[in-house]
C-alpha cells in the first residue's frame, strides 16, 4: 500500500518539476549575443587560415558547433585559448600550452623582379612596391598569413621570426620545479 | 646567441623546508618523551613502526610516480607526518594500527592529492579518524600509565605491540572525556562523573590517553617555542584556544553539572596538540591572518559542539577535518587589502576630501 | 581590531643581512683613473631614446651634449669628459640580456676640457619654470634607479600644486651606500638641491626619508638642514623595502596613494637624494649629469668601495680598480642584490641607473633546488603590498595570466621580499615578472590586431572603390561609344537630308 502511494507521488512530483522545468527554459530564457558573434569578435580577424578554416567567421562558427578545438588558432597565442576556454565552458589544460614564435615576412631584395603578385594577395597591405620594382614588408603591419610566400614566383619571400631588440625582451618563464 | 637571464633576488637562501619540518620535529620531542617514559616499551615500538612505515609508504609513492625518492625523503615531512599519526595513536594499539594509519596518511592523505602540498585535508587527522571508526575497539583502548621500567620489559612489549593485548582490563582503562561521556549516558553529573580525575595530573600528562597527547604543558612549551622561531603563527592557536575557553566558560557557568569547566578542556584529549601542531599545518589552513583566525574560531567551536553534544568523546579530528573542507572557501573570499585599493579591490578614492 | 591586523602603517617586507659596514665608513673614493674609452648609450632613461647630435670624429668637450631628447617623457646625454668621438653604433647593454643599444662611444684625450658654461648668479632668484628646464637640459634623471626624467617631475609637481616633496633616503637594498656616503659628505649641496627643487615646483616644504640605519647620515642632514624651517628630517625603520616610494609616504603620512593613480594624487612628488645633488650641480654648477657615485662591493670585490666614476666607463674597469678577484666572482649584479639585474658580461658601461656594483662570490648566492610549494603563507606575510604571492604563482604556471591579474597581478612592485623568504626557494618574482611581459605581450597582440583589423578594412574599401570606379569607367565609357555612335548616326542622317536638299 505505501509502496504504491511513494511510486505514485514520486512519479507525480518528476512529472510535475520536468514540466515547470520545460516552460521556465522557454518562458524564463535570457537573451544574449549569439554564440558565434561573441567567439568571433575574440578572434584576431586576419581570415589568416592558419587554422585550416577559410576566415575566422567559419573557424568561429566551428568552434561553437563543437567541431574545432579551442587551440586552433596559433597567432591567438595562449589568450586566445583561455578567452574561448572561458566562453565556450571548455576544459584545456594550458599547463603545456605554447605561444607560437611570431613571425613576419622578409623580401630578399637579390632574388625579387618585382612581379606585384606579392602586394596584390597581402590582406593588410602590408607589401610596398611598384611593378619591376624591389619590394618590401612592412613588418608592423605583417601578420605572418604567408599568402605572398605562396604565391611569389622566385620564393625570395621567407619567414623570419620577429627579431628580439632590448624594447620587446621578455622574461621567459622558470622551469617548473 | 641567447643568454639565459638569471631573476633576482641574489642572495643566499634564508629558510629551507628541512629546516622547518626539523624544527616541528623537536618541538614535539619533549610531548613524545614524556609518552614513551609515562607508555613503555610498546609505546616506543609502536611509534618507532609507524614513523618507518610513513617513510616506506612514501618512498614506495614516490616510486609509482616515477620521482627520486631521496630527495623527498630527506625534506622530513614524512617523518613528521609518521610521528603526528603515532602521538594521536592509543599507546598500546598493535603494530597494525600504526602501519594502517601511516598508509592512510601518506597514500590517501597526501599522495594521491599530488604530494606535499596538494593535499587538502590533514593527513595525520585522515589517518585518526579513519582508523577511530575502522577498528573502534583497538583505537578506544586506552592503557594505564605504565612508566618505562615499571611496565612490561622489552620482550614482553614486542609480544603486545605484536600479537595486541589480551583482553585484560587490569591495564587499561577510559580517558578522562570517555569516562564522563559514559557517566552523561548514564545520568551522572559532573563533579561526580570526572571520578577521581586530577586537574595538576592531566596537566603535566600523567593521564592515560594516546601517546603524544597527554601533556599539556608540555605541547604547549613546544608550540610557544614554534612561535617564537617564526615556524607558526600565533592566529590558529589562540582562537582555538580561546574559542574552547570562551565557550566552555559560558555552558560550565550555566549548567556546571553538565559541561566541564575550561580547566579540563584544556587539558583533555588533543586539544593542545591540535592547537599548536595540527591545525597550523600549512598546507590545509588559510593564508591569511584573518583567515586564520576565522579557521581557529571554527575549529574550536566544532571541538566544543563534537565533545559536549556529539556521539564520541574527543572531537578534535572531526573538527579539524571539517575546518580543513572549508578552508579553500576561505582563502577565496578573504584576502588581504592590497595598497591603494579598497577591501573589494577598487582603487582608492580619494577625490572627496 | 581588523583595521590592526591589516592595515599597519608598515607592512610586510624582510629584514636581510645588510653588508653596508663594508663600504659605509670609507669616503667617496675621488681617485678612480678616467678610462681610455667611454660608451654612453643613448637610452640611460625612461622614455624615449635620446637621438644623437655627434658623428664620428667629432672633438668633444666635457659636459657637450652628445644626445638630444626626444619629446615629452626623454632625457638629453651628455659627454663625460673631453675627446673624440671613435664610434657611434650598437653595442651591448647593462641588462640581463646583453642586448645591443645604441652607444656613443668617445676615446678620452686626458684633458678634461670643460665646455664653457654660466652658472646663474642667485640660483634661487630663479623663475620655477627656468630651474625645470634647466634640470631638463641637464639631463637629469632619477638616480634610485628609476630613472625618470626628474624636468617631468617637477613640472608636474608644479602643475598638481603639490604640498611636500618626499627625498627618499631609505636606500633599503643590502650592500649599497653610495645615497649614504653622499648625505655624509655634501649634505649642505644636497639640501641646496633640495630647496631648489621646491623652488622648481613651487612647494612649500619637503622631507627626507632615511632609514635608521644611517645615524652619521642623518646627523649630517640635520645640521644642513637647520636653518630651512620648511625642510626636516625623519627616520623609518631599516626593513626592505622601505625605500619603496609608497611605503615609505605612508609611513611618515599614513596616506596611501592609489592603486590607479601617482604620488601627485595626495599631493607629494618624491625624488631620490642623489637625484637632489644632481639638481644641484645642474642649476648652481651648471654641470649636467656626466658622473655618479656607484657602490662596489659582493664577496669577491678585494676593496669594497664607493666610487664616483663618469658615465660610460667599464664595469670591468671599475671592479678591477676595486680589486676583484674573477675567479671568485660567481654573479656580477648591477644595482642591489633584491632587485637589481644579473648582468652576464662586465663589458657594459656604467650608466645612470647603476647606483651599485656587486661581484658576489658563491656562497653570496647559494640557492638549493627549487621545491614544491608548502603553502606556508610565508610570502604572504612578507609582501608589503597585500598580495598573495604563492597563489599569483600557481596560477603563472598553468597559464592562467587572467586569474593572476585577478588576484593583484598589475600591483606587484618585484621587490622579491616574497622570493627572500620562500622555503621551497620557488622564484616568484621571475613568474611575476615573466607574467608581466607576457601581459604586455598580449595586450601588443591586441593592438595588433585591431590595428590589423583596420588595415583590411582600408584595403577592401580600397578594392572596392577600385572596383566602383572600374564600374564607372567602364559606363562612361559606354555611354560616351553609344554618344559617339548616335551622334554619328545622326551627322549621317543630317548628311543623307542635306544631299537630298
Redesign the interface.
Known sequence: MYVLSAIVIMAALGLVLGLSLGVAAKYLKVESDPLVERVEELMPGSQCGQCGFPGCRPAAEALVSGTAPVTLCPPGGTALIEQLAKLLGVDVDLSNAQDQEPMVARVSEETCTGCTRCFKVCPTDAIVGAPKQIHAVVADACIGCKKCVEVCPTECLQMHPIEVTLRNWRWPKPLAA | MS???????????????D??MRQVIVALTPATALGVLLFGWPALYLLVITVLSAMLFEAFCLKLKGAAAT?YLR?G?AILTGLLVAMTLPPWAPWWIGVAGSAIAIVLGKQVYG????NVFNPAMLARVALLISFPIEMTTWANVTPLFTGPGLIDSLTLTFSGLDGTDAVTGATTLGLVKTGFSQSQTLPGALGDYSGFLAMIGWERGSLGETSTVLLLGGGLWLLRKGVI?WHIPVSLLVTVLLLSSIFHFWDGGHYLSPWVHLNSGALMLVAFFIATD??TSP????GQLIFGAGCGLLIFVIRSWGGYPEGTGFAVLLMNAVTPLI?HYI???????YRN?K????SNP | MLAFLENPRLRGGIHAEEHKQETSGQPIAADFPLPKKLFIPVQQHVGKPAEPVVKVGDKVLKGQLLAYSQGTISAPVHAPTSGTIIDVKDYPAPHPSALPVRTVIIETDGQEQWLKSFPPEDPFLLDPEEICSRVGGAGVVGLGGAVFPSAVKLNLGRKNQIHTLLINAGECEPYLTCDDRLMQERAEEIVAGIRLMLRGMQAPKAIVGLEDNKPVAFRAMQAACREFDNISVEQVPTRYPMGWDRQMLRYLTGQEIPADGRATDIGVVVHNVATAHAVYKAICLAQPLISRVVTVSGGAVGKPQNVEVPIGTLMSEVLAFCGVDKAKMARLVMGGPMMGDALPISEVPVVKACNGILALSRDEIEEPEVQACIRCSSCVTACPVGLLPLEMASRIKANQLDSAVDLGLKDCISCGSCSYVCPSNIPLVHYFKFASGELVKRQQAEHKSEQTKRLMNDRNQRMERARLEAEAEALRAQEARAARAAAQAAAQQQAKVEESV
Not at chain 2, 643568454?3 to 623546508?17: D, F, L, M, T
Not at chain 2, 593564508?287 to 584573518?290: A, C, E, Q, R, V
Open positions: 643568454i639565459k637571464p638569471v631573476s633576482g633576488p641574489h642572495v643566499a637562501a634564508v629558510r629551507r623546508v629546516q622547518i630527495p625534506d615531512s604530494g606535499l602540498g596538494q603563527q600549512y598546507v593564508n591569511t591572518p584573518l582563502d584576502r588581504p587589502r592590497i595598497y591603494g585599493r579591490g582603487p582608492l578614492d580619494i
